[in-house]
C-alpha cells in the first residue's frame, strides 16, 4: 500500500482498504507461528472465525459493483457490461463475474436517482451473508433456485418468500452439495416441470474437448448436460473418498487429485474389459521402449506420436494392460513378435475376487471390481500369471506401495504385506482384517 493511500482522511475508502491490509498482515504473521499449541476449540475458532470475515468480504464485492453499475463504468471504460469490466480488469472467471453482479442486484439495497432507499430484494438471504455464516457459493446457489422458482406459473408471491427463508435457514446448516441438492430438491416441488427448458438449454451447448499441454499434461475443458453430470458424480463420488488412515498413514491426495485416479480407476477397469473395435484391433496404447532399459528400469520409451514416457509411468501403464513385445532392428524393422502372456485371465480373476475380496493392502477396503491385478514377482522379472504369484490391488496402492517401501510375500497362498523399517523395525508381515477374518 503506496504513503498516499495511508494519508488519506479517515472513513475513505483508500482509508478502509490500508486498514484491511494491515490487518491481513497481522494474520499473516500467523503463518510464522505454531499453532499446535492451541487446544482444538481454539483452533477451530480461529477457523470459523476467519471462514466467516472471507464471506462477509462478498459484502464488499456488492458495493463496487453497485457503485460501477451506477456510475456505468463499464461504458465508459470500453466494456458491454459490468460483469465483463469485472472480468477483464480483474482477471476473474466469466461466471464468477456473472455471479457478483447477480449477488448485488438482489442482496443490496438500491437506490434511485431521486434519492430514496429500495430495500433488497432477498432480505433473508441478505441478512444471512451479514452473519459470514453463508459463502458466495452457497449463495449463488440460492439465488439460482430462487430465479427457477419464480418462473412457475401463477405462484403466489408467498411461497417465493417462503422459499427464500428456507433457502437461507439450510444455507447455514449444509455443505455446498448437500445445499445445492436441497435447492434442487425445493425447486422440484414447487416447480416440477420448469426444468425442461433449462435441461433443453444444457443439452444445446453440450460438448467436451481435450488437448496435450507443453509439459506433457493433458487438460480437459467443456460443459456436460445434467444428465451425464450426474451420472458422472454418482461414479466418481464414492471412489473419490479419502482411503482411511491405514498402516501407511493418511491420504495425502486433495480432492481434485482423489477426483483424477477415480476417472482413471474407471478408465482401467473399461480397459480391461470389452473393448471398442479400432481398425480391427482392439484399443492399443503403442509405446516403444530399449529391452534393456525396460529390463532395468531405466531410461524412457516414446508414445507413438514422439512424446517421451519414463520407464516408470510405462511400468504403471503396463501392468494392468496387454503387452505384446516387438524386437526392432536398428532401421525400425520387426524382427519379432512376442505373445500377450503378462495379462490374467477371467478364471484368474474371478479366483483373486474370491481369494481377496477386494485390495489386499492393509487396512483398504475398496472392493473388487475397482481393483487391479498385481505380480507379486514382477512378469519381466520372471515372475508368472497364476493366482500363486498375483494379489488385488486397488490403483493408489498399487501405484503407491513401491515408493512407501511395503513388499508383498505370498505366504501359504494368502497375500501378507510387510512394511517398511520405518514403520516396523521388525518388519512384521501383515494381513488385510477382511482376509483375516474370512481365515479366523
Known sequence: ?????????????????????????????????????????????LAQGFEQVRNRM???????????????????????????????????????????????????????????????QRPALAAAQETGLVSPQQM??????????????????????????????????????????????????????????????????????????????????????????????????????????GPE??????????RHDALEMIIDRFLRGDLPNFGGTPVSVIVNIDHQDLVDRTGHGTYADGTPIHTTTLMNLADEATVIPAWLAANGAVLDLGRTQRIANKAITHALHARDQGCSFPGCHVEPQWCERHHVIAWLDGGETKITNMTLLCRYHHHNFERLRWTCRLIDGIPWWIPPAYIDPQQKPILNSRIAQRAA
Request: hydrophobic residues 35%; glycine residues 8%; aromatic residues 4%.
Open 1 to 45: 500500500m503506496s504513503s498516499d493511500a495511508t494519508e488519506q482522511p479517515a472513513g475513505t475508502p483508500a482509508t478502509a482498504l490500508a486498514a484491511l491490509e494491515a490487518g491481513l498482515t497481522a494474520m499473516l504473521h500467523l503463518t510464522e507461528t505454531d499453532l499446535t499449541g492451541l487446544d482444538p476449540d481454539q483452533l477451530l475458532g
Open 58 to 120: 462478498a459484502l464488499v464485492d456488492h458495493t463496487v459493483v453497485a457503485a460501477c453499475t451506477t456510475t456505468n463504468l463499464a461504458d465508459r471504460q470500453g466494456f458491454g457490461s459490468t460483469a465483463r469490466l469485472l472480468a477483464g480488469l480483474l482477471r476473474i472467471a466469466d461466471g464468477e463475474a456473472k455471479a457478483r453482479t447477480t449477488a448485488a442486484t438482489q442482496l443490496r439495497p438500491d437506490t434511485t436517482f431521486t434519492g430514496e432507499t429500495v430495500p433488497t
Open 140 to 245: 449463488s446457489t440460492a439465488l439460482r433456485a430462487l430465479a427457477k422458482v419464480e418462473k412457475t406459473p401463477r405462484l403466489d408471491t408467498g411461497v417465493v418468500e417462503q422459499a427464500e427463508r428456507d433457502l437461507a435457514e439450510h444455507a447455514v446448516l449444509l455443505s455446498p452439495r448437500d445445499f445445492r441438492r436441497y435447492a434442487n430438491k425445493l425447486v422440484d416441488v414447487i416447480n416440477p416441470d420448469g426444468t425442461r427448458p433449462d435441461d433443453e438449454h444444457h443439452e444445446a451447448h453440450r460438448g467436451l474437448a481435450w488437448y496435450e499441454a507443453r509439459d506433457g499434461s493433458w487438460r480437459i475443458e467443456g460443459r456436460i448436460t445434467p444428465a451425464l453430470g450426474h451420472k458422472l458424480d454418482a461414479l466418481l463420488d464414492p471412489l473419490s473418498l479419502p482411503h482411511e488412515d
Open 249 to 258: 498413514g493418511p491420504d495425502t491426495r486433495d480432492p481434485g487429485q482423489r
